[in-house]
C-alpha cells in the first residue's frame, strides 16, 4: 500500500490550499478515506472523512470551510481547505483503509500566516 500526497505550503489567513493523496496497492473504491492534522505540540486529531459511498463528516473546527472528496477512478482523495485559520496549521495526513485509522500517507505541512 503506497499514499502519496502533493499540495499544502504556506497561505495567508483567508485562504486556500487543497491537498491530494493518491493511493495504490489496495482496493481504494472500497476503502473510506481520513484527513488527520497534527499541529506543534498537539495530538493528531481526525478532520474529515469520506466512507466508500461518498458520506462526509467534518471536525466542527472545520465545518464549512473544507471539503473533502474522492475519486475512485483515479484513486484519488482531495481536501479543498478554504477561509484558512492560523489554527490551522499543522502536518496533514492522509489516511486510507476499510476502517480508519488504515494506511497512512507520508504528510504534508500546511502553514497558515497572518
Known amino acids: 500500500v503506497r499514499l502519496v500526497q502533493s499540495g499544502g505550503g504556506s497561505v495567508a489567513a483567508g485562504g486556500s490550499l487543497e491537498l491530494s493523496c493518491l493511493a495504490s496497492g489496495l482496493r481504494f473504491s472500497l476503502s473510506a478515506v481520513g484527513w488527520y492534522r497534527q499541529a506543534p505540540g498537539k495530538q493528531r486529531e481526525l478532520v474529515a472523512t469520506?466512507?466508500?459511498?461518498?458520506?462526509?463528516r467534518y471536525a466542527d473546527s472545520v465545518k464549512g470551510r473544507f471539503t473533502i472528496s474522492r475519486d475512485n477512478a483515479k484513486n484519488t482523495s482531495h481536501l479543498q481547505m478554504n477561509a484558512l485559520k492560523l489554527d490551522d496549521t499543522a502536518d496533514y495526513y492522509c489516511n486510507v483503509g476499510l476502517l480508519l485509522p488504515g494506511h497512512w500517507g507520508q504528510g504534508t505541512q500546511v502553514t497558515v500566516s497572518s
Open positions: 469520506i466512507t466508500m459511498n461518498g458520506t462526509t
